[in-house]
T-cell receptor, first 114, second 108 residues
Framework: NAGVTQTPKFQVLKTGQSMTLQCAQD?????MSWYRQDPGMGLRLIHY???????DQGEVPNGYNVSRSTTEDFPLRLLSAAPSQTSVYFC?????????????FGPGTRLTVL | GDSVTQMEGPVTLSEEAFLTINCTYT??????LFWYVQYPGEGLQLLLK?????DKGSNKGFEATYRKETTSFHLEKGSVQVSDSAVYFC???????FGAGTTVTVRA
């Protein structure tokens, strides 16, 4: 089991550019989510998905899009990057929405927007 | 809604010192509770969990007891090591969002 994988590990963008952060899990988990981590702000939920074809907004969804066409993959798209989106992004998964289960986190993508 | 309140850091300790990080929760029921740890440059990983009242979770010398009477889930370790330097998160219910965590630095 690779667990939760994320690519790329580091990325530098210019303001206005778009890009997709990739996330995949091989544990057949239904629930997947994206967080951003900023100093002093903790991890804030961007978007989540409770299964293929189902996504919903989290706490800070503006400027980001997601889709879930398969159980394994949950990409995060930045439509027009802004300096405020400089952050560390983590993808996570767990078996289902019910919270008795732990979440498994990827190693993170460090994004800088100039 | 359900929430947790976690002791803020940073916390700096010497090796072999005793560590406590306080966490209290507010919930309508009796949820599962979790402590996660984030080592430098890595993602979060589960440290321990407890699924019902009076359960004690333990791992890597860390312990936390789910106390219904005080709605608490404090993290403790009797003798910390330099390798315990990390950020610790008391997971909110559902892991929806996480607070800033408690940064612990252990000096040799």
């Amino acid at each position: 089991n690779a667990g939760v994988t994320q690519t790329p590990k580091f990325q530098v963008l210019k303001t206005g550019q778009s890009m997709t952060l990739q996330c995949a899990q091989d544990m057949n988990h239904e629930y997947m989510s994206w967080y951003r981590q900023d100093p002093g702000m903790g991890l804030r939920l961007i978007h989540y998905s409770v299964g293929a074809g189902i996504t919903d907004q989290g706490e800070v969804p503006n400027g980001y899009n997601v889709s879930r066409s398969t159980t394994e993959d949950f990409p995060l798209r930045l439509l027009s990057a802004a300096p405020s989106q400089t952050s560390v992004y983590f993808c996570a998964s767990r078996p289902e929405l019910i919270v008795v289960h732990e979440q498994f986190f990827g190693p993170g993508t460090r994004l800088t927007v100039l | 809604g359900d929430s947790v309140t976690q002791m803020e850091g940073p916390v700096t300790l010497s090796e072999e010192a005793f560590l406590t990080i306080n966490c209290t929760y507010t919930a309508t029921g009796y949820p599962s509770l979790f402590w996660y740890v984030q080592y430098p440059g890595e993602g979060l990983q589960l440290l321990l969990k407890a699924t019902k009242a009076d359960d004690k979770g333990s791992n890597k010398g860390f312990e936390a007891t789910y106390r219904k009477e005080t709605t608490s889930f404090h993290l403790e370790k009797g003798s910390v090591q330099v390798s315990d330097s990390a950020v610790y998160f008391c997971a909110p219910l559902g892991g929806i969002s996480f607070g800033a965590g408690t940064t612990v630095t252990v000096r040799a």
